[in-house]
């Protein structure tokens, strides 16, 4: 039985603030659970020696929990350990291929396709990328309900794609994109392709294998696991054909002055000492997902996020973007003549904290023709309850600002 009143109980960030705290921002960051903060204080308490270098117990020991949360990880996604990069998370892996792999590949003309919908963080990379390299970005367009435009796909996927790179479930719509099909569509043409999985990873089954995507990236943070730790899958071939990203420690074989060779895969992608502790933390993290379960997680994501549409459509001053029928659980939306700043800021007040804001998606923003809006967002940790608060604050907001409800 999914009981989120036990859930909660696993959250200390619910003790330790006010009894009616309610958080509607996982897509931003999640909260965390005792089980991964306790793996990080054990690391530092117990056993905080480096990994891969240090010949006594307890450096074997962190090898270990570091090597062993690559293997959780590399099972969460049916994936090979040797395929699985830790970064410091979905921004740092994808400027990763746009370093290694896309500045070596490219060339004046070949294009580079995006959509519509991506986050800052698979956008900036790619015109950067381009800039250099003489490539051309193409974005496929998003529709008024928030899906991709995939009406005219011989107009996107060409011989000239070398590089497909798409966001899995849109944080700002919701929308999950089919990916496979889109993958399907590069292939054909011979581009590869990069998902971002940021929004996806941490609240539906991801298989890497029946996805047959080339990278995936996605972030710790986002799936209850600590800051600064994120994971790059690669395709094994791929990553052995890839020049190293950064330089330093650990990603060699033999260095002279002049010249170095490189480690094995995925370490010659992980130069320096690692984010050991984040690592095992998320690899808790992991733990923790499965022993709840992924499928009951989603499932009861999918149960909140049915409920608060109904809830939120009732309220007449309240516009919601997006309208996909396969979507995630979070609701952008605006409240007529409220900024959503200070929706935020009256939420806040009542002690529910949502997202206000572009989203790191100014071009969404643009094209719906508003500067930011509203967002709220949930997970396991969310009940009935939290969004009941919800619409009963932004119904005393429409009221206070002045509104007809
Ligand atoms: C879809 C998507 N991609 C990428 C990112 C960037 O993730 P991070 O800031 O953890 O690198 C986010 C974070 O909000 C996101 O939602």
Known sequence: MFNVKNI?????????????FVYLDSSATTLKPKRVI????????????NVHRSIYKMGEEATAAYEGSRKKVADF?????????????????INLVAYAWARKNLKE??????????????????????????????HIPFNDDGTLDLSEPEKWFTKKTKLVAVIHQSNVFGTINPVKEIIK??????????????QSVPHQKVDVQDMNCDFLAFSGHKMLGPTGVGVLYGRPEILETMDPFLGGGEMIRTV????STWNDIPWKFEAGTPNVAQAIGLGAAIDYINSIGLEQIHRHEQELLNYALTKMQEIPELTIYG??????AVISFNVENVHPHDLSQ????????????????QPIMKKLGVSATGRSSFYLYNSKEDIDRLCESIVKTVNFMGGSH
């Not at 959250?11 to 009616?20: E, G, H, K, L, Y």
């Open 8 to 20: 909660r109980n696993d959250f200390p960030i619910f003790s330790n603030q006010a009894d009616d």
């Open 38 to 49: 306790d793996a990080v204080t054990n690391y530092y308490t117990n056993y905080s020696a």
């Open 77 to 93: 996604i049916k994936a090979e350990s040797n395929s699985i990069i830790f970064t410091k998370g979905t921004t740092e892996s």
């Open 109 to 138: 003309g070949d294009e580079i396709l995006l959509t519509e919908m991506e986050h800052h963080s698979n956008l900036i990379p790619w015109q950067l990328c381009a800039k250099e390299t003489g490539a051309v970005l193409k």
């Open 185 to 198: 569509m590069a292939h054909d043409v011979g581009a590869l392709v990069l998902v971002d999985a940021a």
């Open 256 to 259: 002279s002055f002049t010249e």
């Open 323 to 328: 309208a996909a029928l396969v979507r995630g």
């Open 346 to 361: 009256l939420l806040d007040n009542d002690g529910i904290a949502i997202r206000a804001g572009h989203h790191c998606a």
